[in-house]
């Protein structure tokens, strides 16, 4: 029996949620990488607890994801089960100040919600692509704000499968990190807490970040947004463009002449071009100022000989 058999049985209503050999470029907003042998998309709970049980029994590699926009997947892709918590594991509820979301949500859908039932807080997540887990699992910010400000309560399995919760300061908050960067994790819904204030103001707010954004950034290209952390006392975007780096290329793949801050796929750009960019901005980057540069993105699938 194949895998995908083993887990079709475990998950029998699955239907096309369970594939095998997806091309991971439909996935990742580089729009590269190579197959995953399996993409499962959980609908709830009891089926992600099911397929990862399984992996876990069974020695098989399995890797979770949300909408691919802070990876970047191998041209060999991914073996085993890629576990997304997408589109299918997403909802939302607004009760008065609060808002509680499933993990799969969109941060971009979450803020335009919270705007139209008049609640503020979220206008700096109103575009940032990635799902309302891997905001948290990275304290995902922008425009001087981050999910730190706003998490109430988060509901994860933890690396028994078994279900928790973390509360406020439990959190571990920092720059681009959690509790969640240290510990084998999956995050199922999180409670945040906004504060009231008129549609129309909420939106106005956003719509002017949206036109920074628009002017500064380069949205029409596929990229993972910013591509390093900030370093202390630096911007990387700054200390790239200084040494010279911005527009340089390697295959198709480019740090944006927009902002030096993003590396892009002018097109046709492979995985490995894009890992090799990002190595070379920061060997460059080092040898110039002493500055390391720590990327934002996570490398993940069969890199071994690429």
Request: proline share 4%; charged share 20%.
């Amino acid at each position: 029996m194949t895998l995908l058999e083993h887990i079709r049985k475990i998950v029998p209503a699955a239907g096309s949620r369970l594939q095998a050999d997806v091309m991971m470029t439909k996935h990742t907003t580089f729009h590269v990488g190579g197959p995953a042998d399996l993409f499962f998309e959980p609908a709830d709970c009891d089926e992600l607890i099911g397929v990862v049980q399984y992996c876990k029994s069974n020695h098989v590699p399995y890797t979770i994801v949300g909408n691919g926009s802070n990876i970047l997947v191998s041209d060999r892709g991914i073996r085993g089960v890629v576990v997304s918590i997408g589109e299918n594991f997403a909802g939302m509820e607004c009760h008065h100040d609060l808002l509680v979301v499933r993990a799969g949500t969109r941060l971009s859908a979450v803020a335009a919600f919270a705007a139209k039932n008049g609640l503020s807080g979220l206008e700096f997540a109103s575009g940032i692509p990635g799902t309302l887990g891997g905001a948290i699992l990275m304290n995902a910010g922008a425009y001087e704000h981050c999910m730190a400000e706003i998490i109430l309560l988060t509901e994860f399995l933890n690396e028994k499968l078994q279900r928790k919760s973390l509360f406020l300061q439990e959190h571990e908050f920092s720059y681009r990190h959690s509790y969640f960067s240290d510990h084998e994790s999956i995050i199922l819904n999180a409670c945040m807490r906004l504060q009231p204030d008129r549609p129309q103001a909420i939106f106005e707010r956003m719509a002017i970040l949206a036109s920074r954004r628009k002017a500064s950034q380069p949205l029409e290209l596929p990229s993972a947004g910013s591509a390093f952390k900030r370093p202390n006392g630096y911007f990387a975007g700054k200390l790239i463009s200084d040494c010279g780096l911005k527009g340089c290329r390697i295959g198709d793949a480019q740090v944006s002449e927009k902002h030096a801050g993003f590396i892009v796929n002018l097109g046709m750009a492979r995985a490995s071009d894009i890992r090799n960019l990002f190595q070379h901005v920061q060997q460059t980057v080092a040898d110039q100022t002493g500055v390391h540069l720590e990327p934002e993105v996570r490398f993940i699938g069969d890199w071994q000989v690429d």
